[in-house]
């Protein structure tokens, strides 16, 4: 069965710190990797990743996939309490199937 | 403007009702999808659908039923055989290869 797997499940950090997410994923045959934030109702897209090794980044937000270990992680650095938010990790894990498969969440909580 | 709307915001049922979620999206997207999120916790797939009069079931479907008649509408029922349908509702829609566009979801509560 595909699945997504993140870690930590939340994460308490002082304003300033950097923060590391992770994503691992059990998959039949990957295709593409997708984080988002979730704030308060609509998940916003953040990262697609599909190609190993290769970093995305988005001002303090980058990400990285690695195909062979089957994980991805989401790096936050000089964290805001505007981050605090769900981050969600989806993927998908099969060629011909459009089937969009979410992790668990982590819930990031920034203290002033 | 494009996007992709959920209705109603708020829904209330009483135990034994069926009910259903409307989503309609104007992007031209092929790939629809339902999950399902309750309080602190990540998203679950009902139901997706890949293209017209097509769909299959996803990882929690047990309890509610769909219909992908037009590329642009994509309704969830609740049916009365989902015990515990109390929980956030969100539609999304894809273009093949690209990220999800997720409503703004629809909040179920049983009464």
């Known amino acids: 069965e595909d699945k997504v797997v993140q870690s930590p499940l939340s994460l308490v950090v002082h304003e300033g710190d950097t923060v590391t997410l992770n994503c691992s994923y059990e998959v039949t045959n990957f295709r593409s990797l997708l984080w988002y934030k979730q704030e308060k109702k609509a998940p916003t897209f953040l990262f697609m990743l599909t190609s190993s090794g290769i970093e995305k980044k988005s001002g303090r937000l980058s990400s990285i996939l690695d195909k062979k270990e089957l994980f991805s992680i989401l790096n936050i650095t000089a964290t805001q309490t505007g981050d605090s938010a769900i981050y969600l990790c989806a993927g998908i894990l099969n060629f011909g199937n459009e089937k969009l498969t979410f992790g668990t969440g982590t819930r990031l909580t920034i203290i002033p | 403007d494009g996007g992709i709307t959920q209705s109603p915001k708020y829904l209330f049922r009483k135990e034994g009702q069926n009910v259903t979620l409307s989503c309609e999206q104007n992007?031209?997207?092929?790939?629809m999808y339902w999950y399902r999120q309750d309080p602190g916790q990540g998203l679950r797939l009902i139901y997706y659908?890949?293209?017209?009069?097509?769909?299959q079931k996803g990882d929690i479907a047990e309890g509610y039923s769909v219909s992908r008649e037009k590329k642009e509408s994509f309704p969830l029922t609740v049916t009365s055989a989902q015990k515990n349908p109390t929980a956030f509702y969100l539609c999304?829609?894809?273009?093949?290869?690209?990220?999800?566009?997720f409503g703004q979801g629809t909040r179920l509560t049983v009464v």
């Open positions: 659908s890949q293209i017209v009069n097509d769909f």
């Open positions: 992007l031209n997207h092929d790939a």
């Open positions: 999304a829609s894809r273009k093949v290869g690209t990220e999800a566009f």
